[in-house]
C-alpha cells in the first residue's frame, strides 16, 4: 500500500483528522480563464457528490453528497475542493453568514 511507503497527502489527513477525509467536489460555473493546467482532469468529476454553487439547491446537495458519503464509505471528515476545468474567477454568490 502506497500509504505504507511514502506520507501522503490522505495519510496525512488521516492522522491530522482521526479517519480518511472525503473531498466533495463545488463546482462555481465559472470557465477556467486559461484552460491549460496540467492538473484540471475533467474525467475526474464525481457527479454522485458534486455540489453546483450556482443552484438554489446548494446545500441539500452538500448534504446529500456527505450523507452519500457517510453511508457509501463511512465517512465522518470532508473536506470541500473545487472540480477540475471550474474557477473561483468570477462573481461570489455566497450570502453571508449572521
Known amino acids: 500500500m502506497?500509504?505504507?511507503k511514502i506520507f501522503t497527502f490522505n495519510s496525512y489527513m488521516k492522522r491530522k483528522f482521526g479517519g480518511r477525509?472525503?473531498?466533495i467536489s463545488?463546482?462555481?460555473g465559472f470557465d477556467c480563464p486559461w484552460n491549460k493546467c496540467i492538473f484540471c482532469?475533467?474525467?475526474s468529476f464525481s457527479p454522485n457528490v458534486s455540489v453546483d454553487m450556482t443552484k438554489e439547491n446548494r446545500l441539500e446537495t452538500l448534504?446529500?453528497?456527505m450523507n452519500f458519503?457517510?453511508?457509501r464509505y463511512g465517512n465522518?471528515?470532508?473536506a470541500a475542493y473545487f472540480q477540475s476545468g471550474t474557477s473561483t474567477f468570477g462573481k461570489c454568490i455566497a450570502k453571508?453568514?449572521?
Do not use: G, I, Q, Y
Request: glycine content about 0%; aromatic content about 8%.
Open 26 to 28: 463545488m463546482s462555481t
Open 21 to 23: 477525509v472525503a473531498r
Open 2 to 4: 502506497l500509504d505504507d
Open 63 to 65: 448534504e446529500r453528497s
Open 76 to 78: 465522518k471528515f470532508f
Open 41 to 43: 482532469r475533467k474525467e
Open 69 to 71: 458519503l457517510k453511508n
Open 96 to 98: 453571508p453568514h449572521r
